[in-house]
């Protein structure tokens, strides 16, 4: 095979850490590398709940491609991929075609509603830049809004976010700094606003230690959110939901609800030729396909059992850049000859934030943190991310470096 053509698809934590480890680790005459994203910006998906909390302008957040990538070796198309006909080994653009040798698979992560109705009409998510950027902007007009109606609407107040897991509770966290901020802004009481959070499980942050636990419900309950747990959405509608709890219904007016339950892989996998286990592929040890072994899959599309604990990898962006690491050198072991190695996931710990100056979580040796510390391991992780994509001048550009705010 001369000069292979090897094509990535999405350019987020996943797809862009494998093309820059491909730029560094192959020649301009080995391969043809080509990288599709839809937009021509890169978002780091674990700062969204900031941008939709408006505790972070959207372009903090977000950095150009071309910004990062060597144009002599890769060459960026930004379009949006509609189709991924695996058997024929091409990939369908909503403005062209392009075929492959190698394919990386790294399209993300979309919202599962799991079928509440409603749900998918009338709750905002939390998926991209745009999105997030839309609940910046509904949460500002329902408070300017609020003050200009002959009869207030408490429901303009109430704000729900459904789930209690790790991005619920980053954005929850958020919100709980940013709400004492609108109020003052538009002239409004902060104890007539209501943030609360619908949980189905009885507990918030499950897998975490019930340390860590009782440590952000006292953060969050100290800013005022309130938590039903236990409590199954029922129904979103444009003016409310309903939720049931310990088999009673309630209806909660709120012209607010953000979903942040549940994510599955992009639908165009489970639409493809490639075989799927519930929208994911569970990829070999190497990050294949089975089925297809020149499509290689990273990221929250790709599935990988931890047999430790007899479940699937959880998909985060820790896991998606080591998966990349895996996904590259296969590659170039590929192009150039050499052994593929399998991937081995090395546990760097977690930190969930809980606003700008809080945090908790277990960092690598399960050293439990909470806090300022938690707060600073937290920017630390979001600038190591920039720095593995990008180098010293993106982290300079981008990075998160004020810890002295933090308490
Ligand atoms: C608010 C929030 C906080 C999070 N916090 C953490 C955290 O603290 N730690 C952690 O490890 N994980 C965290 N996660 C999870 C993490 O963000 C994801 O697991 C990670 O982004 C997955 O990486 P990926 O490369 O698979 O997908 P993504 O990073 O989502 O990238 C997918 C890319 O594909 C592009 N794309 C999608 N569809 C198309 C198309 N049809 N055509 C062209 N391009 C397309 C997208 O624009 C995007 O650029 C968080 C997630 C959220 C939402």
């Known amino acids: 095979m001369s000069q292979p053509k090897i094509v990535v698809l999405g350019a987020g934590y996943g797809g862009l850490t494998t093309v820059a480890k491909l730029q560094k680790q192959l020649g ?3 391969a043809q590398i080509t990288l599709v994203n839809k937009n021509d910006y890169h978002y780091e998906s674990t700062w969204l709940h900031e941008v939709a909390a408006g505790t972070i302008a959207p372009d903090k957040g977000r950095f150009k491609i071309t910004d990062v990538i060597n144009s002599a070796k890769v060459n960026f198309v930004q379009d949006t991929v509609t189709a991924i006909k695996a058997n024929e080994k091409k990939v369908e653009l909503e403005n062209g075609e392009l075929d492959y040798d190698y394919l990386v698979v790294a399209l993300g992560f979309e ?19 745009n999105k997030a950027r839309l609940i910046r902007e509904h949460l500002e007009y329902q408070f300017a809004q609020y003050n200009n109606e002959a009869e207030p609407k408490q429901e303009r107040l109430n704000i729900v976010v459904g789930g209690g897991g790790f991005t619920g509770i980053e954005f929850v966290g958020e919100l ?34 019930p340390a ?23 129904e979103v509608r444009a003016d409310g939901i309903t939720v049931e709890q310990n088999g ?6 709120t012209m607010t609800t953000v979903w942040a339950a549940g994510v599955r ?3 165009l996998v489970e639409e493809s030729d490639i075989e799927d286990n519930r929208g994911k592929v569970e990829v070999t040890p190497e990050l294949r396909a089975p089925s297809h072994p020149d499509v290689f899959v990273v990221g929250d599309c790709a599935l990988i059992w931890n047999k430790a604990i007899d479940r699937p990898f959880p998909p985060t962006a820790q896991i998606a850049m080591q998966e990349a690491e895996t996904c590259a050198h296969n590659l170039v072991a590929l192009v150039k000859g050499g052994e593929l190695h399998p991937f081995e996931f090395i546990n760097r710990g977690t930190v969930c934030s809980l606003g700008e100056n809080d945090a908790m979580g277990s960092i690598f040796n399960g050293k439990q943190i909470y806090g300022w510390t938690a707060t600073v391991m937290k920017k630390v992780i979001d600038n190591r991310a920039l720095l593995k994509v990008g180098g010293l001048g993106l982290v300079l550009k981008k990075g998160k470096f004020n810890i002295f705010t933090s308490k």
């Open 28 to 30: 301009v005459n080995d």
């Open 248 to 253: 009673k219904k309630e209806e909660i007016p």
């Open 176 to 209: 709980a700094n940013r709400v004492p901020e609108l109020c003052e802004e538009f002239d409004i009481d902060r104890s007539k606003v209501r943030i609360i959070v619908v949980e189905a499980m009885e507990t918030i942050m499950p897998g975490f230690d």
């Open 265 to 267: 892989a992009n639908h």
């Open 212 to 234: 860590l636990i009782e440590y952000a419900m006292n953060s969050l309950e100290g800013r005022g959110v309130e938590f039903k747990l236990g409590a199954f959405l029922k």
């Open 111 to 129: 919202a599962a509603t799991f079928g509440i109705p409603g749900l998918l009409e009338n709750a905002l998510t939390i998926g991209s830049t």
